[in-house]
C-alpha cells in the first residue's frame, strides 16, 4: 500500500520560512518524480516545485523561484520542500504526489500518488 504523508505546515509570517517534508511508504522511491502541489481556497490546483527521481534535475514554477527548494533523501524515502521568504500569497494546502519517472518532470500532469497535505498559513 502506498502512503505519503506530509509534515511541518503551519502558520508564518511574511518573510518566515517554513520546511515540508513528504515521507513516503510502498513506493519504488527512486523510480518516481516527486512533486509539490498546492492549492488555495477558490483556486485550482498547481504544481509548484518537482524533483527528479536521481534527485539530478527540479523544476519550480515562477512565482517560487529563488525562494523555494526541492529536494529528496532517496535513502530515506523523503522529499521536502524548502520555503524562505514566503509571502501571504503562498497560504494553501500543500501536498505531495509521486510520478513514475517514465513522464515528463516539468508537467503537473500524470501524477498518480497523492498525500493528504499539509495547511501553510502566512500572515501579513
Known amino acids: 500500500q502506498v502512503q505519503l504523508r506530509e509534515s511541518g505546515g503551519g502558520l508564518v509570517q511574511a518573510g518566515g520560512s517554513l520546511r515540508l517534508s513528504c515521507a513516503t511508504s510502498g513506493l519504488s522511491f527512486s523510480n518516481y518524480h516527486m512533486g509539490w502541489f498546492r492549492q488555495a481556497p477558490g483556486k485550482e490546483r498547481e504544481v509548484v516545485a518537482a524533483?527528479?527521481?536521481?534527485?539530478?534535475?527540479?523544476y519550480y514554477t515562477d512565482a517560487v523561484k529563488g525562494r523555494f527548494t526541492i529536494s529528496r533523501t532517496n535513502s530515506l524515502n523523503t522529499v521536502y520542500l524548502q520555503m524562505n521568504s514566503l509571502r501571504p500569497e503562498d497560504t494553501a494546502g500543500y501536498y505531495c504526489?509521486?510520478?513514475?519517472?517514465?513522464?515528463?518532470?516539468?508537467?503537473?500532469?500524470?501524477?498518480?500518488?497523492w498525500g493528504q497535505g499539509t495547511q501553510v498559513t502566512v500572515s501579513s
Open positions: 524533483v527528479s527521481g536521481a534527485g539530478l534535475f527540479t
Open positions: 504526489a509521486a510520478k513514475p519517472t517514465r513522464y515528463e518532470l516539468g508537467s503537473s500532469d500524470e501524477y498518480n500518488y
